[in-house]
């Protein structure tokens, strides 16, 4: 089992940064990559982004492309996701998710990710 912690929500204006961390504990050796997700009321869960675990290879949601950084830091067992040039359309609650078994590509569907956290909010005020 994999445990998820995020934090570093909050409230900002457009135009501004966040960023966002996923602490992760358990079998956090046996991580392959890790994601982050959003979803704003009434809408579908979105695929950010998401990195290898061991590579670092990381690929973007086009809507993020340019402003979202995803990193990790493996001593400490945290993703990170760096948030610039932040839009009113960004407002969701953001996800990390983690999945264990390898693939071919990097994952982008929410349901090849078993490991969640509960989310944080991210507010963008125009």
């Known amino acids: 089992q994999v445990q998820l912690v995020e934090s570093g929500g909050g409230l900002v204006q457009a135009g501004g940064s966040l960023r966002l961390s996923c602490a992760a504990s358990?079998?956090?050796?046996?991580?392959?990559?890790m994601a982050w997700f959003r979803q704003a009321p009434g809408q579908e869960r979105e695929f950010v982004a998401t990195?290898?675990?061991?590579?670092?290879?990381?690929y973007y949601a086009d809507s993020v492309k340019g402003r979202f950084t995803i990193s990790r830091d493996n001593a400490k067992n945290t993703v990170y996701l760096q948030m610039n040039s932040l839009k009113p359309e960004d407002t969701a609650v953001y996800s990390c998710?983690?999945?264990?078994?390898?693939?071919?590509?990097?994952?982008?569907?929410?349901?090849?990710?078993?490991?969640w956290g509960l989310g944080t909010q991210v507010t963008v005020s125009s």
């Open positions: 990195i290898s675990w061991t590579g670092g290879s990381t």
């Open positions: 998710a983690a999945r264990l078994s390898w693939s071919v590509n990097l994952e982008t569907a929410f349901s090849s990710y078993p490991y």
């Open positions: 358990g079998r956090t050796f046996n991580i392959y990559a």
